[in-house]
T-cell receptor
Framework: TQLLEQSPQFLSIQEGENLTVYCNSS?????LQWYRQEPGEGPVLLVT?????EVKKLKRLTFQFGDARKDSSLHITAAQPGDTGLYLC???????????FGSGTQLTVLP | GAGVSQSPSNKVTEKGKDVELRCDPI?????LYWYRQSLGQGLEFLIY????????KSGLPSDRFSAERTGGSVSTLTIQRTQQEDSAVYLC?????????????FGEGSWLTVV
């Protein structure tokens, strides 16, 4: 069974601060996705990383896939209240049919 | 429709009753997925469909859970003899196909509470 562990589980910071969320596994994934979920809604895909060592940027968000494709990180620069939400990483071992999700990081950005 | 549609959005049921949850995927999407999410937690895979067939039922927690999809579109997740541990948000998602590279779009979920 493939497991993805996310840390921290909860994070509360002030507007303007930087933060990093980690997603770790002992298993190798062919790709890894990051989602953001707001209350009462389904997860929304932010990014997919597929190559070991790959770095992708989405405005103030930077995503990195580990060289061994077992871990990933999400770094947010100058966090804003609109970044508040549950951040989920999800790994795929091939087809898109079944994603293994991490337990999530609940981020709260205070104004 | 424009997005994945799920109904009901909220359901409160008594322990032991059966419930049906419905999912209407994005038009043209052949792959459909069901996930379960406990409060503030990650998602647990339940089942997926490619067309009307469900090649992988390994994620269903028990034989009280079943799902079907007809006409390659709408899917129904049925939970028989509900238990309190079944309380969760049930999320449906769809993608163009189940092959790698196709973005998965989630619905807003059906919040099930078993009392």
């Amino acid at each position: 069974t493939q497991l993805l562990e996310q840390s921290p589980q909860f994070l509360s910071i002030q507007e303007g601060e930087n933060l990093t969320v980690y997603c770790n596994s002992s298993s190798v994934f062919s790709s890894l996705q990051w989602y953001r979920q707001e209350p009462g809604e389904g997860p929304v895909l932010l990014v997919t990383v597929v190559t070991g060592g790959e770095v992708k940027k989405l405005k103030r968000l930077t995503f990195q896939f580990g060289d061994a494709r077992k871990d990933s990180s999400l770094h947010i620069t100058a966090a804003q209240p609109g970044d508040t939400g549950l951040y989920l990483c999800a790994g795929s071992s091939g087809s898109a049919r079944q994603l293994t999700f991490g337990s999530g990081t609940q981020l709260t950005v205070l104004p | 429709g424009a997005g994945v549609s799920q109904s009901p959005s909220n359901k409160v049921t008594e322990k032991g009753k059966d419930v049906e949850l419905r999912c209407d995927p994005i038009s043209g999407h052949t792959a459909l997925y069901w996930y379960r999410q406990s409060l503030g937690q990650g998602l647990e895979f339940l089942i997926y469909f490619q067309g009307n067939s469900a090649p992988d039922k390994s994620g269903l927690p028990s034989d009280r859970f079943s799902a079907e999809r007809t006409g390659g579109s709408v899917s129904t997740l049925t939970i028989q003899r509900t238990q309190q541990e079944d309380s969760a948000v049930y999320l449906c998602a769809s993608s163009l196909s189940f092959f790698y590279g196709n973005t998965i779009y989630f619905g807003e979920g059906s919040w099930l509470t078993v009392v």
